[in-house]
């Protein structure tokens, strides 16, 4: 089952000839379930080659993440002059949960994954049952600023500030700024003569860093997993072990984007560009022994 749903609602504070100014408030809920059934018979390739009669497996997971969003804008127009500003603050808070069962070898092929107790694997400590849960919250504040002065110059320029509590406890915050400039010129006097056939010439320029954090949660911490089980006075005994070393330093990973190009409208009917792009990636995120 995937169920999306979103609420709004938007204030109108200032509204005049020169000024505007609201504020919008959203809340979004992404929520996806998934069960997996699976039952493989006594008379099945498996099971003869493994030597049991049938194998029998439940899960069920769900994910679901909430995200509440606050925008402020706010535009001046001044006539020849253009400034639309917009701040906001983000919060979004996603959790994973699942739980599952498996047994072999059953006296009856009928009751498929509907009696998983009744398999002797259970009885020999050999059947599996786990359960799980991770939760992760990113925070933001931003704000942007556009520029238009005549349809002819465009600037922007916006900073992110988040938070991700994946990240280790003295990184858990990034800076993320981003800036662009692109000029029209065919608004130039002195490219009066080529409208005929050139429409349209806008160069431009951006860069901005972004910061990555969609990985799993707990990668900063130090973890342990299960490793085994084992028969200690006629019990058996789930044993475990380190499964990762703690980094209080893990930080985001920043991706660096630079682009060059031009746009163009010839005649009115064709349109085009030229592109030069180029990204990097600081501080990447990877796992490794150690």
Not at 132 to 141: A, Q, V
Not at 243 to 251: G, T
Request: hydrophobic share 35%; net charge positive.
């Amino acid at each position: 089952m995937y169920l999306l749903g979103t609420a709004e609602a938007k204030l109108n504070i200032l509204q005049t000839e020169k000024h505007l100014l609201n504020t919008t408030l959203s809340y979004s809920l992404h929520y996806n379930d998934m069960k997996q059934q699976y039952y493989a018979s006594s008379a099945g390739s498996e099971s003869y080659w493994n030597g049991y009669k049938g194998r029998a497996e439940m899960k069920y997971q769900k994910w679901y993440t909430n995200r509440l969003e606050w925008l402020g804008n706010y535009a001046l127009n001044l006539g020849d002059h253009n400034i639309k500003a917009v701040v906001g603050y983000t919060y979004e808070k996603s959790i994973w949960e699942q739980i599952g069962g498996s047994n072999n070898d059953f006296s009856f092929d009928n009751t498929k994954y509907w009696d998983l107790g009744s398999g002797s694997y259970l009885k020999d400590g050999l059947a599996s049952l786990y359960s799980g849960r991770s939760e992760s919250t990113l925070i933001g504040f931003f704000g942007r600023l556009n520029y238009n002065w005549k349809d002819m110059l465009f600037a922007s320029a916006s900073l992110r500030y988040e938070g991700s509590s994946k990240f280790g406890a003295n990184q858990k915050w990034g800076y993320f700024p981003a800036a662009s400039l692109a000029w029209e010129m065919m608004e130039m006097g002195f490219m009066k003569n080529t409208r005929k056939v050139l429409t349209s010439l806008k160069p431009r320029v951006s860069f901005g860093i972004t910061g990555r954090s969609d990985f799993d949660a707990y990668k900063s911490l130090s973890t342990y997993n299960t490793n085994g089980s084992y028969l200690f006075d006629g019990r058996w005994v789930t044993g475990y072990a380190p499964s990762s070393n703690a980094n209080p330093d893990l930080a985001w990973e920043k991706s660096v984007a630079i682009n060059l190009g031009v746009d163009f409208v010839l005649w009115n009917r064709l349109r085009g560009s030229v592109e030069y792009f180029d990204r990097s990636s600081k501080d990447l995120l990877y796992t490794y022994t150690a």
